[in-house]
């Protein structure tokens, strides 16, 4: 519920994105994070990205959904090869989140 794969995975894609949108992430509290972790999402995305879609920061929320997006489009990582369920199950969660997001 602190750091995981997910977080180890995207943060080349999201902190970058996060730096330039500027402020601090506020970690989800426990409850909105189980929902995550009970389906797998939470080990996909990460703690950090899974705040940030959530965040009052409308820039935040963008950063998230780009980095998400540029992980998904660029090479496979190996331990998804033959077994991408939990990615693309993922990737639907982020992007019901992000096509709700008024402001994206």
């Given at each position: 519920?602190?750091?995981n794969d997910g977080d180890t995975d995207l943060e080349p894609y999201l902190n970058p994105l996060?730096?330039?949108a500027g402020g601090s992430v506020e970690?989800?509290?426990l409850e909105a994070l189980r929902r995550a972790l009970?389906?797998?999402t939470l080990l996909v995305v990460?703690?950090?990205l899974w705040s940030a879609l959530h965040s009052e920061t409308w820039r935040h929320r963008e950063a998230a959904t780009q980095a998400f997006l540029d992980?998904?489009?660029?090479?496979?990582p190996p331990k998804y090869e033959g077994k991408t369920?939990?990615?693309f199950l993922a990737?639907?969660?982020?992007a019901q989140i992000a096509c709700r997001d008024k402001l994206l």
């Open positions: 519920m602190e750091y996060l730096l330039q970690k989800l509290g009970s389906d797998g990460g703690v950090k992980y998904v489009t660029g090479p496979l369920k939990k990615l990737a639907c969660d982020v």
